[in-house]
């Protein structure tokens, strides 16, 4: 091994990976298994006591889905890492150890209209809320945090509409009031942007796009970039007193950067049960082998359907941030210098009726509720993903009547602009 560190695609293809101790299977394999001998009762009880590292069950580890851990850390550049059931359960993850009843996260409004949803309603159930600012309104941001406010959420690349967010500042904020910053980076992946250079403490992914890549799987990963000093201000005392809901062990005493992932561990997944499967961790290492290659395609061709659409006549508006016109467009460089994502908004003339008749007029483009494909998808929010908001808050999230969403897949660049335009052809 060099002194040097490994360069993304090395790490994509290699970190978390070894030979199989016992087979020397060069591939990870699926270890499809629920349980693992004790080599005694003394090892049983270091193991359960996390004073020794290891497997016990697999609702909390397994072999596999560790190796899919540590390579996204090592992607991410994190201390450690927790595979999930899916993007959400990675939210519900994320934010389980810093939260109690009372607590709030002020939250983007720009967001994956699903998170929108989970923050508006589901996690009040546990006595949890989200507040709702414009993460491009710093001031904003810091006048919505109160005494119980526990975190800052946003994403790298809002989904839907291809907004980036300005991380350095959103993370400024974050070190003045003392909070943690969540940064759901699936949109981006980190080969496009790595959020805890720019001071992330926990960036969350939903596997199930772009890190998978070909839609065959649904799964979630937190990664924890062990920074975060729980301890500072007596806020987090699930990792930085002891811990009741493990003999009053102090995570961050005892574990230092690995007390957020231990604990998500431990407790997490223990109680909550949102674990990631084998199998899935499987499909999701094979498809991260070729991130770095596959997110270049989906960049390229992006572009070139941006700037396709964006003077044609049928067209409103194109949101892509690789574009000129884009607001966003100077925080490429800054954010995401590899290029902007494989995912905006086009808003169609002819609004509502023709957004449906193009999504129907496609033949290409599969019309689901998916992103980060191979293939190229579209879907209209409105009627869909976004359709359970009020209109105010469907434009709030970029998800106007009049806009579909593109995620431009790895296909031939000709291709993708032919089928638009044949199907625009028969919409406007
Ligand atoms: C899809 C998605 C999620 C949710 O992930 P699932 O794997 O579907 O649960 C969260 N955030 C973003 C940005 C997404 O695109």
């Known amino acids: 091994m060099t002194e040097t560190p490994m360069g993304f695609d090395t790490l994509a293809i290699h970190a978390g990976a070894r030979p199989d101790p016992a087979t020397g299977a060069r591939q990870v394999p699926i270890y499809q298994t629920t349980a693992y001998v004790f080599r005694d009762a003394d090892h049983a009880a270091k193991l359960f006591n996390l004073q020794e590292v290891g497997y016990i069950y697999s609702r909390l580890t397994n072999p596999t889905v560790a190796a899919l851990g540590e390579r996204v850390a090592a992607l991410e550049g994190g201390a450690g890492a927790v595979c999930c059931s899916s993007g959400h359960a990675a939210q519900i993850m994320a934010l389980f ?28 159930k546990f006595g949890w809320s989200a507040k709702f600012v414009d993460f ?124 957020f992932t231990f604990h998500s561990i431990a407790v997490g997944l223990r109680d909550l049960g949102m674990t990631m499967n084998p199998q899935g961790a499987h499909y999701t290492l094979m498809g991260i082998e070729t991130l770095g290659l596959r997110m270049q395609r989906h960049v390229e061709n992006a572009q070139k359907v941006a700037e396709w659409l964006e003077p044609d006549p049928r067209i409103a508006g194109v949101t892509y941030a690789g574009l000129a016109s884009s607001p966003w467009h100077a925080r490429v460089a800054q954010i995401t210098p590899k290029g902007a994502g494989a995912l905006f908004t086009v808003a ?81």
């Open 97 to 124: 150890p810093l939260m109690a009843p009372g607590c709030n996260v002020v939250a983007s409004t720009r967001l994956y209209g699903g998170t929108i949803q989970q923050f508006s309603n589901t996690i009040r």
């Open 136 to 259: 491009d309104d710093p001031a904003a941001i810091e006048a919505a945090v109160d005494d119980n406010t526990r975190a800052l959420f946003c994403e790298t690349i809002a989904n839907p509409g291809g907004v980036i967010t300005d991380l350095d500042a959103v993370a400024s904020v974050a070190g003045r009031v003392g909070l943690p910053l969540i940064v759901d980076n699936t949109t981006a992946t980190p080969y496009l942007c790595k959020p805890i250079q720019h001071g992330a403490t926990l960036v969350v992914h939903s596997a199930t796009k772009y890190l998978t890549g070909n839609g065959t799987v649904t799964g979630g990963i937190v990664v924890d970039s062990g920074k975060f000093d729980w301890s500072a201000s007596g806020k987090f005392p699930s990792l930085a007193a002891p811990e009741p809901a493990y003999h009053g062990l102090n995570f961050h005493a005892a574990l230092g950067a690995m007390a």
């Open 348 to 428: 169609v003339k002819g609004g509502y009726e023709a957004c449906v008749k193009l999504v129907d007029s496609l033949k290409l483009f599969s019309h689901v509720a998916n992103l980060g494909d191979t293939r190229s998808l579209i879907i209209h929010p409105a009627s869909t993903t976004h359709r359970q908001l009020d209109e105010a808050a469907q434009i709030r999230a970029g998800a106007a009547p009049d806009v579909v969403r593109l995620s431009i897949g790895i296909e031939d660049a000709a291709d993708i602009i032919a089928d638009l335009d044949q199907a625009l052809a028969k919409a406007v």
